[in-house]
């Protein structure tokens, strides 16, 4: 059996040991501009790859944000 580590799009920590049996269904293609596409292709397959080497920057600024915030209120409020 195989785990998976998922990271939502507006989330800031991966949930770890999602198993097969927790996946509902898998993604193979998507509609553009009324054209459908496949996962397999070479321009997904790069924005896929972008996005997963940029979470680490996202999670940072997520962070980093919520922090700010924090401090803000605590200042003003």
């Known amino acids: 059996m195989q785990d ?3 990271l ?3 989330c800031i920590v991966k949930e770890t040991g999602i198993t ?3 996946i509902i269904g898998v993604m193979t293609e998507y ?3 009324g ?3 496949t996962t397999d292709e ?3 397959r790069i924005y896929s790859r972008a996005i997963v080497a ?3 920057l996202r999670i940072a600024w997520r962070k980093l944000r919520r922090k700010a915030g924090r ?3 605590r200042l003003t409020g």
């Open 8 to 10: 939502g799009d507006s």
């Open 31 to 33: 509609l553009r501009d």
């Open 4 to 6: 998976y580590v998922i």
């Open 35 to 37: 054209k459908t596409h």
């Open 71 to 73: 401090i803000l209120r």
């Open 20 to 22: 097969d049996a927790d």
């Open 42 to 44: 070479l321009p997904y």
């Open 54 to 56: 940029a979470a680490p």
